[in-house]
């Protein structure tokens, strides 16, 4: 006769089993996730003209805010006029603000030739020519339309030796391809527009 120790052993061994059951099924069925990351620029023929006897500039880039809707690893797209959607399998390989930095900071310095470009909490940006402060109000793409960023940004001169200047700017780039890879595609591009915007108003202030 089963005891009733013996009945509270089987139990709990086929409650176990069957939760190793279920675990094994979800992982079965779970996609393979893939990550991205924006990337600067690489070609120095991407360099700006620089006039002669011009000094190297130093920048100091920061602080830059980003919407919380984009506070997230997975990727956002617009799929209506107010809906957003979260994929579960695509994300990005490190938090969006720090890519969006990286990728600022990298194609300034190759823009204005200068390798003193540095992030808002870097050692030695409290010496530099310039600040650009950015607050990003968006930075998203719809598949089969467009990659769209914009931002509100501000270029000021140390102990206010020129003007400061503020704008509103809006990137758009075309997702051409299908699949996340051409969103991110988009996305680059309109980030690097905004590179080139933030060089050519420093150089327009060098003169």
Do not use: H
Not at 76 to 86: C, I, P, Q
Not at 113 to 126: F, L
Not at 171 to 180: D, M
């Amino acid at each position: 006769m089963m005891t009733k120790k013996c009945r509270w052993n089987l139990c709990s061994i086929w409650i176990l089993l069957s939760v190793l059951g279920m675990l094994v099924g979800c992982a079965g069925n779970s996609g393979t996730s893939t990550f991205y990351m924006l990337r600067s620029m690489e070609s120095p023929q991407e360099s700006l003209s620089t006039a002669s006897g011009q000094k190297t500039v130093s920048l100091l880039v920061g602080p830059i805010t980003l919407p919380g809707y984009l506070d997230r690893n997975q990727m956002v797209t617009v799929v209506g006029k107010n809906e957003m959607a979260l994929d579960e399998f695509n994300g990005w390989a490190e938090s969006l603000r720090s890519s969006f930095y990286r990728v600022l900071l990298e194609d300034l310095s190759l823009l204005l030739k200068t390798p003193q470009v540095y992030g808002y909490d870097r050692s030695g940006s409290a010496n530099s020519d310039y600040q650009v402060t950015i607050d990003v109000t968006r930075f998203d793409a719809a598949f089969g339309g467009d990659a769209v960023l914009t931002v509100f940004w501000t270029v000021s001169s140390k102990e206010g030796s020129t003007p400061s200047v503020t704008r509103k700017s809006v990137f758009r780039a075309l997702v051409s391809s299908t699949g996340f890879s051409g969103v991110v595609d988009a996305q680059n591009q309109t980030l690097t527009a905004f590179s080139r915007e933030i060089a050519s108003t420093i150089q327009s202030l060098q003169r």
